[in-house]
């Protein structure tokens, strides 16, 4: 697998968390995490910290539901891997919150990623363009605006897989050897 950054796409537990963590386990020596996720309800309560106990020990986590550009920012002199998990709530925080501008906070993601080689940044997101299109018009917005970001990021990243039940298919790029 060639250097820089990787974007991992996949439905609901297509096992593309999994995936970018053995990645970053494989290619990095100081990995780290960073989960968007905010707990809402019980059952986010419930899916987040599932996230936590599979996570291997070696990961430093931060969770960061808005700040994304501004935490591998921060963090990135002490991590030589990075691992966003995951772009769909990041956007779905974004839509959210009060006071903030999800323009400039993509466009500082990007602008970040086209100008950090010092760590690899590795991307999960929710790859929503395999459905029908929503009769709500919130849902409908949100995979418009997924979708964009992922064609964006896809085209700044050197690695692009889709995970389906759990296999691994490369995009851009090619599969790590193990």
């Known amino acids: 697998m060639d250097g820089g950054h990787i974007l991992i796409l996949g439905g ?7 995936l970018a963590e053995s990645i970053a386990l494989e290619t990095g ?9 905010e707990a809402g309800d019980g059952a ?15 990961f430093t986590t931060y969770e960061q539901p808005l700040e994304l550009a501004k935490t591998i ?3 990135r002199g002490n991590h030589d891997v990075i691992l966003v ?11 959210f919150a009060k006071n903030v501008s999800k323009p400039e906070k993509i466009k500082q993601l990007k602008d970040m990623l086209a100008n950090t080689d010092d760590c690899r940044i590795i991307m999960v997101s929710s790859e929503v363009g395999l459905g029908g299109i929503s009769p709500n ?5 949100f995979d418009d605006e997924i979708g964009l970001l992922n064609q964006e990021l896809a085209r700044i990243c050197s690695n692009v897989y889709l995970s389906v039940a759990g296999l691994p298919l490369p995009l851009k790029g090619q599969l790590p050897k193990s």
Do not use: F, V, Y
């Not at 020596?29 to 996720?37: D, E, F, G, M």
């Not at 998990?85 to 839509?95: I, P, V």
């Not at 018009?137 to 917005?141: E, I, N, P, V």
């Open 12 to 18: 609901t537990r297509s096992g593309k968390s999994a």
């Open 29 to 37: 020596n100081r990995p780290a995490c960073i989960a968007t996720a």
């Open 44 to 58: 986010m309560e419930q899916r987040i910290e599932l996230h936590r106990k599979l996570r291997d020990k070696s």
């Open 73 to 75: 920012e921060k963090t």
């Open 85 to 95: 998990d995951c772009l769909g709530m990041w956007l779905s925080n974004l839509t």
């Open 137 to 141: 018009r919130l849902a409908r917005q």
